[in-house]
């Protein structure tokens, strides 16, 4: 199986973590989520687990379906911390199922917000190569399922904002010199006059921890997919000159260079590190790889670490409920043992 895109390294990575194109869908045939039954949403969830898993697709072998109520809750907030599901969906009540992809390129969320959420992800900077994946499996999808169009409204869903394409492109950006030179407030209200939000790593109402963001259109009506994108490629590729304009600058300076040396310090030799902490070290680290300075450890290595030691993932990788300081404990070994020197 290929690696998961968090375990890989794109284009532009030296600032782009990663790519997603959304879609929200609904089927023309059931009232919106809101207003639905319990019966309805079996009916539907039934209904596109079919379209997915039987279309004669070669990636349809591939997917495999969670019921995402009957799992337990340490499982689905790992789903979050992946970002293959949204918060609001592991916990809102409702029968609610989740398609994967065998690598987590591809999920699609079966009564969120809407019937169906298709996410595709992938590492880097690749608008293009996301969007035409999400595009293939949309049409896909559509030939079996009938989702509600409108010719003067577009993609109708239960959300007014997402009216029209039904699409919100993003990118996750580490921003560490924009943020030590203190500018990411200014930029966020000048982004926001160009239909642009920018947010924390989990999106809307989440704060940016360790110098992640999130990146994405805000406007779906009256646009095209196409000039959405091209949107945030051309304010996304002004981002990441600027930021590594910032780095150049910032990175002779002997105090940045004793954050980051003092951070690889820390995660080579913590026995207790708790998952704030790691992610902030982790981010100096990533800044002193992309500035030239750490030389023995790969981006790739760090792209993973970011995900693998969140709280709820850390558990799901040993299969079993810790405590605050057993999970201290796992996270300071799984650091060691992949950014220990050679």
Not at 129 to 147: G, N
Not at 243 to 258: F, G, H
Not at 304 to 309: A, D, S, Y
Request: hydrophobic share 40%; aromatic share 4%; charged share 30%.
């Amino acid at each position: 199986m290929d690696k998961k895109w968090y375990e890989k390294n794109g284009k532009n990575g030296s600032v782009v973590i990663s790519t997603r194109i959304r879609l929200a869908r609904n089927l023309e045939e059931f009232p919106f989520p809101a207003r639905c039954s319990d019966d309805l949403r079996v009916r539907i969830a039934e209904k596109v687990k079919d379209a997915v898993l039987n279309s004669g697709s070669v990636i349809s072998p591939r997917f495999s379906c969670i019921d995402v109520d009957n799992i337990p809750m340490g499982e689905r907030v790992s789903l979050v911390e992946r970002h293959l599901v949204s918060p609001e969906f592991i916990s809102a009540k409702g029968t609610k199922s989740l398609l994967l992809l065998d690598d987590e390129s591809v999920s699609i969320m079966v009564n969120e917000e809407d019937h169906v959420r298709l996410q595709v992800m992938c590492e880097g900077f690749d608008l293009d190569r996301a969007y035409e994946q999400a595009s293939r499996i949309d049409t896909l999808l559509d030939e079996r399922l009938k989702f509600a169009f409108s010719d003067t409204l577009g993609y109708l869903t239960q959300c007014p904002t997402n009216l029209g394409t039904g699409m919100r492109a993003s990118v996750m950006l580490h921003l560490p010199a924009l943020t030590e030179a203190k500018v990411m407030r200014k930029m966020g209200e000048n982004l926001s006059k160009l239909g642009i939000a920018i947010r924390g790593a989990y999106g809307e109402g989440s704060e940016p921890v360790a110098d992640m963001y999130q990146l994405s259109n805000q406007i779906t009506l009256g646009i095209s997919e196409k000039t959405a994108i091209e949107n945030l490629r051309s304010i996304t590729e002004r981002l990441i000159a600027q930021e590594l304009s910032y780095r150049e600058k910032l990175a002779p300076r002997i105090e940045i260079q004793d954050k980051i040396y003092r951070a690889l310090g820390i995660l080579r030799s913590a026995r207790l590190i708790d998952c704030a902490e790691a992610q902030k070290m982790l981010s100096r680290v990533r800044f002193g790889i992309t500035a030239g300075l750490i030389k023995d450890i790969d981006l790739e290595t760090i792209n993973r670490l970011f995900v693998e030691i969140q709280p709820a993932t850390l558990m799901q990788s040993v299969g079993k409920e810790l405590t605050a300081s057993e999970r201290d404990a796992l996270r300071a070994n799984v650091i060691r043992n992949l950014v220990e020197r050679d």
